[in-house]
């Protein structure tokens, strides 16, 4: 009887938090991201970052289409890791890329980050 009541406890403790997190979700601002395949990315950031492009520019390119980033440490990062791509004020993506740089500094890759969350 014990273990019985434990089970439907735990369950009812699941199904309370669900409902919850659905409840307060959209009332405190959350939103899940939308995911792109990567391939659709790579293209979409070549777009608007050419293969060859220095890494300064590239910089620029991706701020001004509203590209979020992070680099990788260093005094001259050899990869940039995209996050998110707000396209228009409230339309974000997930990104899940990273652009590679060669000894010169130009973007040489656009690669797909391990370990994403794809669909």
């Given at each position: 009887m014990a273990n019985a009541w434990r089970r439907f406890s735990r369950r009812n403790h699941l199904l309370v938090l669900m409902g919850v997190l659905t409840a307060t979700c959209p009332l405190s601002g959350c939103v899940l991201p939308n995911v792109v395949p990567f391939?659709?990315?790579?293209?979409?950031?070549?777009?608007?970052?050419p293969l060859g492009t220095p890494?300064?520019?590239t910089a620029?390119?991706?701020?001004?289409?509203?590209?979020?980033?992070t680099t990788?440490?260093?005094p001259e990062p050899g990869v940039?890791?995209?996050e998110s791509w707000e396209m228009e004020p409230g339309d974000r993506y997930h990104l899940f890329s990273e652009l590679l740089f060669d000894e010169e500094g130009?973007?040489?890759?656009?690669?797909?980050?391990p370990n994403n969350f794809q669909p």
């Open positions: 391939m659709d990315q790579r293209t979409a950031i070549l777009e608007v970052v890494r300064d520019e620029a390119l991706l701020k001004e289409a509203g590209i979020t980033y990788s440490g260093g940039y890791y995209c130009r973007l040489e890759d656009v690669r797909e980050i």
